[in-house]
């Protein structure tokens, strides 16, 4: 929700996330899910998804509108814009990667985004249109070493990767890639992360993260 934007905003997270999807009229939206009140996002038009509102009596959001308040007064928070992958066809989660690519140069915020997929290819279509954007992947299979030879600017991989591959951590650090992990609730788990020094950690409990950096620091 744009609600949730405003309070990561008004935290000054280092980040907020937010998910990805085009209609079938070619509406960029946020929804994390596939389905809206049991609408299949992809399969219907935008207009069909307006009848119903979100719990905090919002709209769906329009990815448009997500970017555009999401740079105002906003001199720290990055928008991390996950392009979710297709579920009608790998071609149309490229297609949805060149919309939002477009969109997001259009409306001059080119500077405040980075891109997250679990779609390989979705990532690589970003890259051929512009090498210089900011890409971390989140299906956690690939080494470093493969992302890096593919011109993947990072990872962001389930906290679990981590600790069953311990040493993608230094090989990362040593190939000068974005560290990420989702998603980091536990106390414990925190402190892991924070040792290990991660460029960025995602969590839905960014007060008890703050406490926990706080105390690091």
Known sequence: ???????????????????????????????????????????????????????NGEKIPLLSTYLT?????????????????????KERGKLIAREVLQLVKKLGVESKVDYISFDIDILKELILLNPKVSTQYLNGELSPKELKELGISGLDYHYKV??????????????????????????KDMDFFIRNDFHYITTNEPELLYKKLATAN
């Open 162 to 187: 981590y600790y069953d591959k311990p040493e993608w951590i230094q090989q990362a650090k040593d190939l000068h890639m974005i560290l990420n992990v989702w998603t980091v609730n536990k106390k």
């Open 1 to 55: 929700s744009l609600a949730s934007l405003k309070k990561a905003l008004d935290m000054k997270c280092a980040g907020t996330e937010f998910d990805v999807r085009m209609t079938a009229d070619s509406i960029l939206v946020v929804n994390h899910d596939p389905k809206y009140f049991g609408l299949d996002i992809e399969t219907v038009m935008y207009k069909d998804l307006t009848h119903k509102n979100l719990k």
């Open 69 to 89: 308040e999401g740079i105002k007064n906003n001199q720290l928070t990055r928008l991390v814009l996950e392009i979710k992958p297709s579920e009608i066809s």
